[in-house]
């Protein structure tokens, strides 16, 4: 029986570099995943294992010992993807029906980034 737990974007964000996370999220957001034990498989291009997207073997082995052999929940990051996506330029439009969000959501995402200046 799998315990299942989740990853915070904090977490995701140490171990990651941004452009890899955005391609991480992309493909996993809002999914479970299951972490193997064993890097075998990882390197395998037979099956597509989620800690392919992570570039570190540091951080695969890391990921392996807290988590392996559990199903994990990937958050969406929805706010975090569009406040990405604004960075690169992208219209809110594009950025709303890219994450399924309303336009409004995107507009408020994009304030709130620029009050803290992330954007």
């Not at 995943?33 to 597509?48: E, W």
């Not at 330029?89 to 408020?108: E, Y």
């Amino acid at each position: 029986m799998s315990c299942k737990k989740t990853f915070s974007l904090r977490y995701l964000q140490k171990i990651m570099p941004e452009d890899i996370l955005v391609s991480f999220l992309e493909n996993f957001g809002g999914t479970q995943i299951y972490i193997p034990k064993t890097l075998g498989i990882v390197d395998s291009p037979a099956k597509k294992c989620p800690l392919n997207a992570v570039p570190s073997l540091q951080h695969k082995q890391d990921l392996r010992e807290t988590w392996g052999g559990m199903d994990v929940q990937v958050p969406s990051c929805k706010p975090f993807l569009a406040a990405y996506y604004l960075k690169q330029g992208l219209h809110a439009r594009v950025i709303s029906r890219k994450l399924g969000m309303t336009i409004r959501g995107v507009l408020n995402i994009a304030r709130t980034a620029r009050m803290e200046g992330a954007i």
